[in-house]
T-cell receptor, first 112, second 114 residues
Framework: TQLLEQSPQFLSIQEGENLTVYCNSSSVFSSLQWYRQEPGEGPVLLVTVVTGGEVKKLKRLTFQFGDARKDSSLHITAAQPGDTGLYLCAGVMSGNTGKLIFGQGTTLQVKP | GAVVSQHPSWVICKSGTSVKIECRSLDFQATTMFWYRQFPKQSLMLMATSNEGSKATYEQGVEKDKFLINHASLTLSTLTVTSAHPEDSSFYIC??????????FGPGTRLTVL
């Protein structure tokens, strides 16, 4: 049973299109993080959301944490080929000694 | 700040041999280090949590005698894959954190067992 469901798992779009990636759970997280990973490299932290309802923006990327802190979304506006990569959401549950629960990941391909 | 390194970045070994992977926090003291395994186009799978000076806590299904973890100092943890087999070939990633802080990930180690 996957504690953090991430969708879609694969996405191939044209440059300029918008997209949204979702992470959903029935559990409450004290914080949720989004990472981007290139092939052969470690994940790089994009953002951490902590407060229910929180919205954070990073250039063309908008991250939202659900009011109940059970879900999150990543929206990319006007995707570019440089956005291609594996996007991972990961949550920290309260009292879980900092252990990250990862979603399945979303492989994004942006075609020029 | 918060840089984590791994060594080696890639390794090829023969079946039956053991391989050691190092994870170092370069500019901070990491009370906890985590070891992950990742297959192509998949997410990270936590193998074990390692606290400095104590035994590692392994996730269900991970053989502790096969994947030996040592966290001897606040800046170094090692993962030894013993008697490696082709099915152990994977991308191994470590992360390091201070108490109640974000995990900082290393660049990963590609292990290929022939």
């Amino acid at each position: 049973t996957q504690l953090l469901e991430q969708s879609p798992q694969f996405l191939s779009i044209q440059e300029g299109e918008n997209l949204t990636v979702y992470c959903n759970s029935s559990s409450v997280f004290s914080s949720l993080q989004w990472y981007r990973q290139e092939p052969g490299e470690g994940p790089v932290l994009l953002v951490t959301v902590v407060t229910g309802g929180e919205v954070k923006k990073l250039k063309r990327l908008t991250f939202q944490f659900g009011d109940a802190r059970k879900d999150s979304s990543l929206h990319i506006t006007a995707a570019q080929p440089g956005d291609t990569g594996l996007y991972l959401c990961a949550g920290v549950m309260s009292g879980n000694t900092g252990k990250l629960i990862f979603g399945q990941g979303t492989t994004l391909q942006v075609k020029p | 700040g918060a840089v984590v390194s791994q060594h080696p970045s890639w390794v090829i070994c023969k079946s039956g041999t053991s391989v050691k992977i190092e994870c170092r926090s370069l500019d901070f003291q990491a009370t906890t280090m985590f070891w992950y395994r990742q297959f192509p186009k998949q997410s990270l799978m936590l193998m074990a949590t390692s606290n400095e000076g104590s035994k590692a806590t392994y996730e269900q299904g991970v053989e502790k005698d096969k994947f030996l973890i040592n966290h001897a100092s606040l800046t170094l943890s090692t993962l030894t894959v013993t008697s490696a087999h082709p099915e152990d070939s994977s991308f191994y990633i470590c992360s390091a954190s201070r108490p109640a802080d974000t995990q900082y990930f290393g660049p990963g180690t590609r292990l290929t067992v022939l």
